[in-house]
Structure formats: C-alpha cells, structure tokens
Nanobody, 124 residues
Framework: QVQLVESGGGLVQAGGSLRLSCAAS????????MGWFRQSPGKERAFVAS????????YYADSVKGRFTISRDNTKNTVYLQMNSLKPEDTAVYYC?????????????????WGQGTQVTVSS
C-alpha cells in the first residue's frame, strides 16, 4: 500500500506560481511511477503530468507544457509539480497518483494509489 498526501495548493493570481508537493509513505516510493491529475467541477479527471520511477522521463498534457514541471526526490519520497504562468483555466483540485510500473503514462486507470487532492484556484 502507498499513502499519498498532497499539499501546496491555494489561491493565486493569473500569471503567478505555485508548487505542489505529494508525500508518499508505505512501500518503496522509488519503484512507483507518479502522476498529477486535475479535476474541475462538472469535468472528468484530466491528466497533467507524469514521471518515471527513476525520474529520467517526464510527460505533459499539451495544456500545461512549457508552464508546469514535474519532478521527484526519491530520498524524500516526494513528487513535485511546479506550476508557473498560471491561468484561470488551471483552477481545479489537483491529485497525485502512484503506479506500480516503471511508467504509467496519462491514463488514470494505470495508477493504483491516489491522494485526496489539493485545491488550486487562479483568479483573473
């Protein structure tokens, strides 16, 4: 089992930045691929970014490419999402997820464990 706890959400003006963190506990974090997803009211959960368990490869949704950066620190059992140049359409609850394979990609069904989410609100 893996437990995930997100933090770092909040209210920010358009153009601002936030860094989300996801702390993992339980089985070996370094063998989990990790991902970030988001969900707005009335919408399905959408892929944001993912990273392999070694951290050597990352993948982003087109809507965040060039603005968001996913990274991980396996010594701290933590994955991060640096969000820059935020837009009102980035407003959502952000979830981190862990998969039991080297790379889980953009499909939420590939992930086995989920956090409770953290709210990000971007004002215009």
């Amino acid at each position: 089992q893996v437990q995930l706890v997100e933090s770092g959400g909040g209210l920010v003006q358009a153009g601002g930045s936030l860094r989300l963190s996801c702390a993992a506990s339980g089985r070996n974090f370094s063998t989990n691929s990790m991902g970030w997803f988001r969900q707005s009211p009335g919408k399905e959960r959408a892929f944001v970014a993912s990273i392999t368990w070694s951290g050597d490869s990352t993948y982003y949704a087109d809507s965040v490419k060039g603005r968001f950066t996913i990274s991980r620190d396996n010594t701290k059992n933590t994955v991060y999402l640096q969000m820059n140049s935020l837009k009102p359409e980035d407003t959502a609850v952000y979830y981190c997820a862990a998969g039991r394979t080297y790379y889980s990609g953009s499909n939420p069904y590939n992930y086995d464990y989920w956090g409770q989410g953290t709210q990000v609100t971007v004002s215009s």
